[in-house]
């Protein structure tokens, strides 16, 4: 996903030189033209003041430059980013099907039988203002439904040597009541079931946009083994102090980076 975020940067940089190019032209022509009409004052001293008017009204209408012409929009070609180097898991969703994830098929245990079963419906889709034809997403298609897809990583990622970075992005084109569009790199255990994937699933780290309310989060929890005790605990980042409200509400799609 960083490849993509760096293909935006690109695509818009590229507009804008092809904006300031007429402009460029622009001031060059004006400045040909500041040159000649100082050349001409000085060949006209002898004249009258008159003569010299004439001449300068006449120099300015013959040498006006054409009326700028504006230029046809650049055609943009999406091409779907393609991993670099060392990693565990890239997914652009460009492909058009959920091949290779799975959907959750279970029920929560503290839930009532309504509204207990993992049955949300996914799809990938473009999103509605796309302006970028093939550039799909992972989209969310039903409300007030529980949801959870997963997929396992190239290999399991253990904790030595190397940073771990973490990187999607995330759109609420439709707006989001109560919900999160966080994700979950699980546990690597015996146990382990992607059908079965629930909230108590065991996970290593949580990170992610959620709202309920009025309340907006961004989640970023690390659980682990206490090496004295040998039970797990959660270790939540502290709540941001800035306003994350216009990242659930403005419909535009943000970068969320671990």
């Known amino acids: 996903m960083h490849q993509k975020f760096l293909l935006f940067i690109l695509l818009g940089a590229g507009l804008l030189c092809l904006m300031l190019a007429p402009v460029s032209q622009a001031q060059d022509q004006d400045e040909d033209m500041e040159v000649d009409v100082e050349d001409d004052l000085d060949l006209g001293l002898a004249g009258t003041e008159d003569d010299e008017e004439e ?62 079963k993992y049955d949300g419906n996914w799809a ?28 396992q990583l190239l290999r399991p990622f253990t904790f030595d040597t190397m940073p771990l970075i973490i990187q999607y992005e995330v759109n609420f084109q439709s707006g989001i009541d109560c919900g999160g569009a966080y994700i979950k790199l699980l546990t690597e255990t015996p146990e382990l079931d992607l059908d079965q994937f629930v909230d108590k699933t065991p996970y290593t780290i949580m990170f992610g946009p959620d709202k309920c309310g009025e309340d907006y ?30 990242y659930f509400t403005d419909k535009k799609t943000h970068l969320y980076t671990l």
């Open 55 to 116: 001449e300068l009204e006449g120099e300015e209408q013959d040498e006006a430059p054409p009326a700028s012409k504006t230029p046809a929009a650049p055609k943009v070609t999406y091409r779907a980013p393609e991993p670099m180097g060392e990693h565990f898991f890239a997914e652009s969703f460009d492909r058009g099907t959920l091949d290779g994830w799975v959907l959750s098929k279970a029920k929560k245990d503290d839930a009532d039988e309504e509204i207990a």
């Open 124 to 151: 990938v889709e473009e999103m509605k203002d796309s302006k970028l034809p093939g550039d799909k997403g992972l989209v969310l298609k039903s409300r007030a439904k529980h949801h959870a897809i997963s997929a």
């Open 217 to 246: 989060k961004l989640h970023f929890i690390f659980r682990h083994r206490n090496p004295k005790t040998g039970e797990y605990e959660e270790k939540h980042a502290k709540k941001p102090d800035a306003d994350l409200r216009s």
